[in-house]
């Protein structure tokens, strides 16, 4: 009865997990650039039923003896990167990358953080930066002191330049981009910012429309790509689990209840 309780209560818990994460992925569906996270379980070690001694019947030929698992565990949760829809917005500063690249971003520790977020505006340094004020990496200038830009031009190979009311034109540089041999392996660290694992591999530097980079849309932004349908049936399933689970801890409280009062 010690076994079945454990083995409930590890089934409790990992869909207290994956409850916590479907309601994890299903906060951040307004997040734009969001890849979800999926779980993903696996059965806990086996232990013979049997204790071995002088056998009363003859074993099966077959040699095998009854197991009993103790209940499952979660093996790895890696991102979804499936990418999401693009959102039209208009705004110049509004990027998005139609394929597997990550932007980069200068954090103030001097490290470099990647994310699918295109929501970008312009310091008042005139830099290019998130809104968190995390500058773009890139073989960027920043706008010059003086020139009041207009609107903004970045192509589809990551080319930006500034134009002021005048008609005058200023180049800014060139945006990076970066490619992972495992991007589901990047850690999530808030703030749609990813980070690089062993699980990822190192970032590759190039530019938009090399190779597996993708190319840069302008005027455009990935939405998370939350399936409100999908995350809503796996809640379902995973509270029926739960309540499943429950109710084997349950079964065994009565059953020790049982035994406990039993008189000769």
Known sequence: ?????????????????????????LSNMGTTGFKKRDYHFTDLIYQSAVQRGAP?????????????GRGSAIISGPLNMKPGSF??????????????????????????????SGDFSIDREGRLTDAAGNYVRGNLRAVPGGFVPESFSITSSGEAKAVNS???????GRLYLYHFENPSGLLQEGSHLLR??????????????EGEMGSVLQGMLETSN???????????ISNRYFQLNSRTLRLAEDMWTLANNIRR
């Open 226 to 236: 939350v399936d409100v349908t999908e995350e809503m049936s796996r809640m379902i």
């Open 87 to 116: 959102l039209h917005t208009g705004r110049p500063l509004d990027l998005t990358i139609s394929g597997q690249g990550f932007f980069g971003l200068g954090m103030p520790d001097g490290t470099t953080a990647y994310s699918r």
């Open 56 to 68: 009363v019947v003859p074993e099966p030929s077959t040699g095998l003896m009854p197991q009993m």
């Open 166 to 172: 005048q008609g005058e034109e200023v180049d800014l």
């Open 1 to 25: 009865m010690i076994g079945m309780m454990k083995t409930g209560a590890a089934g409790m818990n990992v869909q207290k997990l994956q409850i916590d994460n479907i309601g994890h992925n």
């Open 196 to 209: 690089v694992t062993e699980a990822s591999g190192p970032a590759v530097q190039g530019y938009s429309g």
